[in-house]
């Protein structure tokens, strides 16, 4: 089995790959990527048993067979090659040798049989979206999942399908993010809950494309396809929480502000506050917004005044900071609205320009009690 490959071309589709081989697997065989050669085609594959991502790469050869090879050993190899040709040609003996312009350095290989086969979809429901659809939603949802695993569903995030629209949700049960578009539909009714890991892999590889992502899945795994690339992933088991009955629906307090400004003023003023509890206070009358933070015990206080337009009854709200900031950081508008009702009750934040047609972010953060 031999075949020839650009070295740089195929570094970047292995670095891809890569981020899903983990650091310490119990099994050995998951340390190296898969090589399937058919004729000039070559898939490679990586996997942890519950992600497996393969790509199709262009090479020169008339051979098939495959084999897995060390990731880290190869990895480490190819980023200090400039751009060549390499040709990998596969030894009798159990060796993988590599010949560039300057050099020839050879590796050992594994039985490509041994790698775990990729999970085929038993009769799969499909949707396609264009691929910067499903990185945006992935984008202003994944920081809001949780890391508890003791409640698994709420760590990944929940992609909910209907013939009316999309719609994306994560939360820690501090804060909630809710992303939906109703410019791209699916054609029957669905949800499921995607884990994080694959959530950032796709992330990392979809970006501003125009293409479209076709995403298959039945009750336990989902498969997205796109370009050369295809990503299997286990889906998290159970059932979601009921995040619109945490939603408020009437908020007839509404703050808004300019994004950047608010942003700044808590960032300067969280760092005044208590180190366990970030708590800061906001302040509310007229057309003034007050900030304010203190940690009583080192003496450390912090007051910002900022103009806003606010429509309401004059109140005091506490937030953590550290989820506010997270939030604000997450839009990218240049104004932003703050609907509240109690101070004991959840606050709202919305984007009020930047938004494409047919798309809409709702987040919702929880109060803290605050010391009077």
């Known amino acids: 089995m031999k075949f020839i490959v650009s070295s740089t071309y195929l570094l970047k589709q292995l670095q891809v790959l890569g981020g899903v081989i983990n650091n310490s697997n119990t099994l050995p065989i998951l340390d190296n990527f898969l090589f399937e050669l058919q004729q000039s085609k070559l898939t490679v594959s990586a996997s942890d048993l519950e992600t497996t991502m393969s790509a199709v790469l262009d090479v020169e050869s008339d051979n098939e067979g495959s084999v897995a090879i060390p990731a880290r050993l190869l990895l480490d190899t190819l980023k ?12 009798e003996n159990n060796t993988v040798e590599i010949s560039s312009n300057h050099g020839k350095y050879a590796l050992a290989y594994a039985d490509g049989n041994e790698f775990p086969k990729a999970v085929t979809l038993e009769d799969p429901s499909a949707t ?37 629209g999309l719609t994306f949700v994560a939360t820690d049960a501090h804060k909630l993010v809710k992303y939906s578009r109703e410019d791209v539909k699916a054609s029957q009714v669905a949800e499921f809950i995607m884990p994080k890991k694959p959530l950032n892999l796709l992330k990392g590889i979809l970006g501003a494309n125009e293409e479209e992502v076709t995403i298959e899945y039945n009750d336990s795994n989902a498969k997205f396809t796109f370009d050369n690339t295809v990503l299997i992933c286990r889906l998290i088991d159970g059932k979601y929480p009921n995040y619109e009955a945490v939603i408020p629906k009437e908020n007839p307090n509404k703050l808004t502000i300019d994004r950047t400004q608010f942003l700044n003023s808590v960032r300067r003023v969280s760092i005044f506050s208590n180190k366990t509890t970030h708590q800061i206070r906001l302040k509310i009358a007229g057309a003034e917004l007050n900030i304010s933070a203190e940690d009583i015990d080192y003496s450390n206080k912090a007051e910002e005044r900022l103009t806003c337009d606010y429509q309401g009854d004059d109140m005091q709200i506490g937030f953590n900071s550290r989820f506010l900031t997270e939030m604000l950081n997450n839009l990218s508008s240049n104004d932003v609205q703050l609907e509240l ?15 494409e047609e047919g798309e809409k972010v709702t987040m919702l953060v929880m109060p803290v009690m605050l010391n009077s």
């Open 80 to 91: 200090t090659f400039p751009e060549q040709p390499l040709t990998f040609v596969i030894e």
């Open 128 to 164: 396609a979206m264009p691929a910067h659809v499903l990185a945006t939603a992935i984008n202003k949802t994944i920081f809001a999942a949780g890391n508890d695993d003791l409640r698994p569903v709420m760590s990944g995030v929940f992609f909910q399908f209907s013939t009316e």
């Open 341 to 355: 009702s109690m101070p004991n009750r959840a606050g709202i934040l919305t984007p009020i320009d930047d938004l």
